[in-house]
């Protein structure tokens, strides 16, 4: 379901940037899509990913669902568990961002 858009997309970038700098994540780039996001972040080696993704998720989930009610009426929760994670170690990080801002043209 196409949610992400609009004042959630906007909302949602800033809940997103402010969630990873509260826990010492820096998020290199970001790409919202109408139904899923692409982040590239940098963060200290001894923060696992999956705690990452959960409190990004968990965060902008949580408040989301607080100031867009439609978004509670329309959605049993706002995330799907899964994600995909991979290291950036055999491209250079530019190349990877590039990546993530060309995704917004093929996933539209």
């Known amino acids: 379901m196409k949610v992400l858009v609009d004042a959630v997309e906007v909302r949602l970038k800033n809940v997103l940037l402010a969630t990873a700098a509260q826990y010492g994540v820096l998020i ?49 929760t706002l995330w799907s568990r899964s994600y995909y994670a991979g290291t950036v170690g055999h491209v250079s990080e530019s190349t990877f961002k590039l990546y993530i801002e060309n995704q917004k043209g093929r996933n539209a």
């Open 28 to 76: 290199e780039a970001m790409d919202v899509l109408p139904d899923h996001v692409h982040l590239s972040v940098s963060s200290d080696p001894t923060r696992c990913v999956a705690e990452i993704v959960n409190r990004l998720k968990g965060t902008s989930s949580r408040i989301l669902r607080e100031e867009f009610p439609h978004l509670r009426s329309r959605l049993p």
